[in-house]
């Protein structure tokens, strides 16, 4: 997909919405356990449920691959199920992979090839390695890890050089020499949304995903006030806020609804804050 | 396995030795391209020949994930088979992971209780969240990434506070406070052998993982000579330079021959520089 392209599909459903699928076996409704498939039978569920209010779905690999082989299969089938809808989506695999040339290389052909993902987050520790590797797909994305949300975040991101530049504007601003903005997004916390002003100087135009608004405690308010450009810019990401709204048999229209709201207000704020 | 125990072990075997079983389907011999996994099947022929002379193993999983669920199979059955030889070995999933807590956990559980590995290699970009909960398994180790030996690894690592220090300095000094040396490893590239002299002024009795000896050009004399403590404190990763040493019917041969030349001079380097 390309940069236009999204910021389309960002107009016509009036939403910067994305779904994080971190799907645990321990945490669904029971009842789906006796599904074949019960991670994706819940993931299809809530893709159903949330495909009007959302633009884009990002499985965290983590939670499949703790599963072993099977965990695989079920985020194989969940990629295949989301391409099959036949409407444009942004996909994301919340990778946060950090390696060199070669095993870069390989993992690039997994997730932009093998499985068709739109964009892989990476982890920057590498340098420029791990990241040109994923730049040779065709409208394909990668999205750096930058500032994230955690609170040990600051144990590295923060460290400063004579000038005051912190490690996480150093990553933002060396990357931008790799890839412009139709290659390379940002992961910047909600939970931040002060720096975003500061970013927003160095990196105007490219998209940032925005972790952590919901169950960490980001304000969406804040982060369009501050991280919104012209082409809206800005993908926000919620997971645990949305697909356990309820852990009933509810969930997947306690999904909906939880994810129609946040529409909504997305919906408001790019009236405001778009040109 | 203990620190203590690893340090026994290299004793025993007068080898420090790890191999790095980055094993891609497009480098090996064709011949084992019919068997039903090739993938394990290269993997066991390089394990038994290499046995004698190595202490680790460590498979790279960027090569089995990128060959799918497929690829999930051959590393868990190259694992067991390791483990089934039932003589002590140290067993690296150099997953170059970077979460945070949740996810982190999950990461944990899959690499050190559902495969049974004993260390799991570390990014630190996103701080203490990532490496946690790994912490908490007995006789389990992390193996945080601070100096790596690609080229790239300048863009970041070398990042300086006004004092001069640089990040991966900042990494090592800072993460000391999460766990002790029994508990905690760090990744040092051999191209940057100089170095070794100031990171044993920070860590003086960690294990560094040494990988870039071989294709990579790094030398054994000099990492042993800088960064070598009165526990031997390093195991020395060779991948290609072994498992690809021939690419004909003789590659088990191969590798062991290699694995051979290797430990030979280990053994000289270990009667040399243990007290």
């Given at each position: 997909m390309t940069y236009k392209e999204l910021y389309n599909l960002i107009k016509k459903k009036k939403s910067f919405l994305c779904v994080g699928l971190d799907t645990d076996k321990n945490k669904i409704p029971s009842f789906l356990l006796k599904e074949e498939d019960p991670v994706y039978a819940f993931n299809k569920a809530i893709i159903d449920a949330t495909l009007p209010y959302s633009v884009a779905y990002k499985p965290n690999l983590a939670f499949y691959e703790s599963m072993g082989t099977e965990g695989w299969i079920s985020l194989e089938k969940t990629v295949k199920y989301l391409r099959s809808l036949n409407e444009p989506l942004f996909l994301i695999a919340d990778a946060k992979r950090g390696d060199i040339g070669n095993t870069s290389a390989m993992y690039a052909r997994t997730f932009l090839e093998t499985m068709d993902f739109d964009a892989v987050t990476l982890s920057p520790?590498?340098?420029a390695d791990t990241v040109t590797p994923f730049l040779s797909y065709q409208d394909k994305w990668v999205i750096l890890l930058a500032l994230?949300?955690?609170?040990?975040?600051?144990?590295?991101?923060?460290?400063?050089?004579k000038d005051g530049e912190k490690l996480y504007e150093q990553v933002i601003e060396t990357s931008t020499e790799w890839a412009d903005k139709n290659r390379i997004m940002y992961v910047v916390g909600a939970t931040k949304a002060e720096a975003l002003t500061d970013i927003r100087k160095i990196i105007p135009e490219n998209f940032l995903l925005i972790p952590g608004v919901g169950a960490q405690g980001g304000s969406l308010q804040e982060v369009s006030k501050y991280g919104m450009n012209n082409h809206c810019g800005l993908l926000v990401n919620s997971s645990r806020g949305i697909?356990?709204?309820?852990?009933?048999?509810?969930f997947a229209q306690a999904a909906a609804e939880k994810a129609k709201a946040i529409q909504e207000e997305m919906a408001e704020l790019l009236d405001k804050f778009l040109p």
């Open positions: 520790y590498m340098g994230t949300s955690n609170q040990s975040a600051a144990d590295f991101q923060y460290f400063e050089n697909i356990y709204a309820s852990t009933g048999n509810d």
